[in-house]
């Protein structure tokens, strides 16, 4: 059974809206005299008027004019709705077929829930083309960054099986290191997807951020003075809550990149109080970053450098592991440019678990 339109099931309701009018209308005229009577127990006489041939041409000229002009008024108005209402199901029948670009129109006058309804349609619409996007440039992203050691390590074992290579000490120290950068690529991957998904689960305890920052600042140290860097510190006894070990996750983070990037010169660690939480910097004296890609940083796989960054051994994750991980705990990150011409790096956390983690 096909089924009939907006517009036309709207024009059938007015037509029988109003013939359903007139018929109550002539009803009640044609049998006046009846329902007088019955109420008042005295029934009028049976030559009571009740209107001539003009009268009654005249009443059903006017009900058909009314008719029509009430299906011409539903019909502009019918209009008004079936064309958002139609570019709706278009849209979400080409979203259903896999055009994410799909959009509906909202006609040229707004109403009310439709139009909310229009746009909530594109707003969903426009989601779900972006997170396939970075769907397809994550994966597109990962692949390549597993390509590299995954590669590099296939080469050296069949270089082993073959014969090729000698079963040395160096050799295996270079496959761990390429284990090893798996091992931080896929454990950076899990933190990322439990961030995105609401399950990094944040395990709060009193911590003296000092004291973290000093002890984390002790075992860099000697790494640090390979790349003729020098940690100063300059904190204040802070006591917060938050998760140590993600905390100690976040600034080893920090300090590894200053060391890979970071020109010859001071790093600098410092705190500063607040009233509701502590904010800390990590500031070096260069090469510095280009303001217009500062906010771009913290997103996955985001490189100011690819190849220098490739060949230190960074994933590209790192910045964003760091963004997910402050922003769980309800704090905030900067990037900035410092005094020095350098780079200041910057993250915020509340004083204590927020309100809504409770």
């Not at 439709?114 to 692949?143: C, G, H, P, Y």
């Not at 080893?252 to 001071?266: I, K, T």
Request: some cysteine; hydrophobic content about 45%; aromatic content about 8%.
């Amino acid at each position: 059974m096909k089924r009939r339109g907006l517009s036309q099931q709207l024009n059938w309701l007015i037509i029988k809206i109003t013939f359903y009018s007139f018929l109550t209308s002539f009803t009640t005229y044609a049998f006046y005299p009846t329902f007088v009577g019955f109420f008042s127990g005295k029934f009028l006489p049976p030559d009571f008027d009740v209107g001539n041939l003009g009268d009654w041409i005249t009443m059903i000229v006017t009900t058909i004019l009314t008719i029509l002009v009430s299906v011409l008024v539903s019909a502009k108005f019918a209009r008004q709705m079936i064309v958002p209402l139609e570019s709706l199901t278009q849209s979400a029948k080409r979203v259903a077929e896999g055009d994410l670009t799909a959009r509906a129109v909202g006609g040229a006058v707004e109403l009310g829930e439709i139009s909310a309804l229009v746009k909530d349609f594109n707003r969903m619409a426009e989601t779900l083309e972006t997170m396939s996007q970075d769907i397809r440039t994550w994966n597109a992203a990962i692949a390549h960054e597993l390509r590299t050691p995954v590669t590099i390590l296939r080469g050296r074992l069949q270089g082993l099986a073959d014969g090729i290579f000698a079963p040395e000490n160096k050799l295996f120290v270079s496959l761990v290191h390429q284990t090893d950068s798996l091992t931080r690529l896929i454990e950076d991957l899990r933190t990322l997807s439990l961030a995105q998904s609401g399950h990094l689960h944040i395990y709060y305890d009193r911590v003296n951020i000092d004291t973290e920052i000093c002890t984390l600042s002790g075992l860099v140290k000697e790494d640090f003075k390979e790349s003729h860097l020098s940690l100063v510190l300059k904190l204040n006894p802070v006591v917060i809550e938050c998760d140590v070990s993600r905390f100690r996750q976040v600034m080893l983070a920090f300090l590894e990149n200053a060391r890979r990037y970071s020109v010859p010169g001071v790093i600098m660690i410092s705190c500063e109080e607040d009233s509701e939480g502590v904010m800390i910097h990590i500031d070096d004296e260069g090469p510095g970053i280009d303001q217009a890609l500062a906010s771009t940083l913290w997103d996955a796989f985001v490189r100011t450098d690819a190849s220098r960054s490739r060949n230190s051994g960074g994933t590209g994750l790192g910045l964003a592991v760091v963004k997910a991980i402050v922003q769980a705990h309800g704090g905030k990150v900067y990037c900035e440019q410092n005094a020095l011409k350098g780079t200041r790096f910057s993250f915020w956390l509340p004083r204590a678990k927020p309100s809504h983690l409770i």
